[in-house]
């Protein structure tokens, strides 16, 4: 059985109709009634469903939307704004892990001197806000978040405690390739050295130094597109142009310039884990047979090494949050790090916690085993693959063909390849770049998230259909901003006000919300998500011939409760044929709730003693469906109308004993 505190466990089922009750507990409930309930009637979880908020977006209720806005004029969420009624709204999602995104402390042109921070200078920032990827210091928390910011790091404890009382963990970012310009630990515990604080800066490479350097030349702005203002024309008494730091360090991209382009990570700079400037390791490298091994193995295999400071400085870094109660960490753009730190880093997190939740961003296919066996990744985006091939196929501009393709070369690590179809990355599929439409997502939502055992990601705001339209300074719309202040508007609607009811939210986004509910309710809970995926293609047909291209379906075999999933992405309903062989449909000989067979006899025999009218096909997302199961000398029919861009979730099972 998957448990909240073993991501890779087997499935447990509870049925569906008592999680939909579950989610309709009385709204005037005291909200430590509603934890209590939640945490006696949470049910068991067949995979890992991963909601990631943007942290200072989320609770904000500020719809001013103000480009290149201040806190004061557009506002900003906080970690309070996740209350008992958020998380619970939250974990009726079938969601058992929340990424918070843009939690360690991160430049800003905000000003938060009174507080004994130091000022931030804008010209090396992006947006007012700033990206939550420049931290500048990872023994702290962002001080946007807290209602207090003197008492940031209670509210962020206190918010560890409330998610896990609602039985789902906590994920947080760690940047490991680079951060800020300015970055400076001032919070780090007793003895602890800030990155870069013993640099030998006289040399562009030491294996000890955390940073690169440019020897006797000083950092400078890059140059930006005419009319570009860091802060959008608002007054700052950095804003000049100019950026101390002598001698300039690489930047976060690895660009080696003391001036770097406009277009390159500027904001940041690359650390160092002992590759050398011309790209030689300066570290022991990793034992050959440690791929596939235990992380036990590999914690023995490094105990005894010298390694780079910065390995010793970021491991150290993860096992402050891993004390504070977080339960894992995305790792972003984890493939610009050495393989062997990752063995080193997370065999020492799996040390501490043998179940923590380990993500990271990998978009090169060719590495993706070398990720997960040696560096020993749980999970890593399955982007570069399968998401890129949905998105071309709701945008009509690649066959469905190309999924059963996608999938196919991952087929050895499928359990490891994270699905999604947002993030903060990535555009929205409301956008008018992407689909132009929520509801263009829909089938699309089946596919990613009913296809693998893997854990499906969503994106706050995905489930109502925001569309990232607004263009709010730094970058530009189609992604909801991670640069500066906003407001995410759809997403307001379903908050309404910190009630978390969905009360303003539109008809159509209300749908939407429910049908996500729906899909992500049998992701997390159904018997089947744990058993063999069989794709359908080849038996399908449709009565539309160019329908052929637009509809994917496919099977997850269970013994008492198999899935059929068929996905139309299509403008116009498709009425679906399945003709599966007796071969493929081995699940369809469903035993009962009693254990006994109601067919014992293979399905191609003549004697049949038992009517197809023995078994059930329930649509788990639409019960006014019509759907015709029969059978048909060694095959099994199966057809079934599936609306335009929409899916349907076919569950067979066997009548009760009594009644065969």
């Known amino acids: 059985m998957f448990r909240l505190s073993s991501p890779r466990a087997a499935a447990g089922f509870i049925s569906l109709c008592s999680v939909l009750l579950f989610s309709c507990t009385n709204s005037n409930s005291s909200e430590s009634e509603t934890v209590q309930a939640a945490s006696m009637n949470t049910p068991p979880q067949s995979k890992p469903v991963v909601y990631q908020v943007f942290t200072r977006l989320f609770g904000n209720t500020n719809s001013t939307n103000k480009p290149w806005g201040s806190i ?83 509210e962020f404890e206190a918010l560890i405690a409330r998610t896990h009382a609602h039985n789902m963990q906590v994920i947080i970012d760690i940047v490991p390739n680079h951060v800020a310009r300015g970055y400076r630990s001032t919070q780090a515990p007793p003895g602890v050295a800030s990155l870069g604080a013993n640099d030998n800066t006289n040399t562009v490479y030491a294996r000890d130094n955390n940073f ?33 730091e002598s001698p300039a360090k690489w930047t976060g991209n690895g660009a080696t310039a003391a001036q770097p382009d406009a277009n390159d990570w500027y904001e940041t700079v ?48 993860a096992l402050f949050w891993l004390a504070k109660g977080v339960d894992g960490f995305r790792f972003d753009m984890a493939e610009m790090v050495p393989v062997a730190f990752w063995s080193f880093l997370n065999s020492s997190i799996k040390h501490h916690n043998p179940d923590a939740f380990i993500l990271a961003e990998v978009y090169q296919p060719d590495r993706y085993r070398e990720y997960i066996q040696s560096g020993l990744m749980d999970y890593l985006y399955d982007k570069v693959g399968f998401y890129d091939s949905l998105k071309l196929v709701i945008q009509n501009q690649a066959s469905v063909t190309t999924l059963d393709q996608a999938a196919g070369d991952v087929v050895d690590i499928e359990s490891s390849m994270l699905h999604f179809l947002e993030n903060h990355d990535e555009q929205r599929i409301a956008s008018k770049p992407f689909a132009g439409s929520a509801v263009k997502g829909k089938p699309a939502l089946a596919v990613s998230a009913l296809k693998s055992d893997a854990p499906f990601m969503l994106y706050f705001g995905q489930e109502v259909g925001e569309d990232g339209s607004e263009n709010m300074g730094y970058g530009q719309a189609s992604r909801t901003t991670i640069f500066d202040y906003a407001g995410v508007p759809a997403h307001q609607r379903w908050m309404n006000e910190g009630k978390f009811d969905g009360a303003r939210l539109t008809e159509k986004e209300r749908s939407l919300r429910d049908y996500y509910q729906s899909v992500l309710h049998v992701a997390a809970y159904h018997p089947a998500m744990d058993s063999p995926t069989y794709s359908l293609l080849q038996y399908q047909q449709a009565a539309r011939q160019q329908q052929t291209d637009r509809v994917y379906s496919f099977l997850r075999d269970h013994p008492h409760q198999p899935l059929i999933v068929i996905s139309n992405f299509d403008d116009d309903e498709a009425a679906m044929t399945l003709t599966l062989p007796e071969s493929l449909v081995t ?74």
């Open 270 to 317: 690359k650390i160092n884990y002992g590759m050398t400037a011309e790209g030689k390791t300066d570290f022991p490298t990793l034992a050959p047979g440690l791929a596939n091994q235990d992380s036990a193995a590999h914690y023995a295999y490094w105990q005894d090494k010298q390694l780079p400071d910065s390995w010793y400085k970021m491991r150290d870094i």
């Open 72 to 154: 004061e004029e557009n506002g900003v969420g906080k970690f309070n704004d996740f209350s008992n009624t958020a998380l619970s709204a939250i974990r009726q999602m079938g969601v058992s892990h929340i990424w918070f995104t843009g939690v360690p402390h991160h430049a800003t042109a905000t000003d938060y001197t009174q507080y004994g921070i130091a000022l931030d200078d804008p010209d090396v920032i992006k947006g007012r806000a700033g990206s939550p990827y420049a931290v500048k210091d990872y023994y702290d928390v962002d001080p946007d978040l807290a209602q207090d910011p003197a008492q940031r790091m209670a």
């Open 212 to 244: 690169y350097y440019v020897p006797g030349k000083a950092f400078q702005v890059p140059e930006q597109p005419e009319g570009f203002h860091p802060t959008g024309g608002a007054a700052h008494p950095l804003v000049d142009g100019m950026f101390d």
């Open 587 to 660: 699940a369809f000989q469903l035993a009962n709730s009693a254990g006994v067979k109601p067919q014992a006899e293979p399905l191609n025999q003549k004697q049949r003693v038992t009517p197809w009218s023995a078994y059930r096909v329930k649509n788990l997302l639409d019960r006014t469906a019509k759907i015709t199961l029969s059978h048909q000398q060694d095959a099994v029919v199966v057809k079934v109308n599936v609306p335009a861009h929409h899916a349907v979730v076919l569950e067979v099972s066997a009548l009760n004993a009594a009644k065969l």
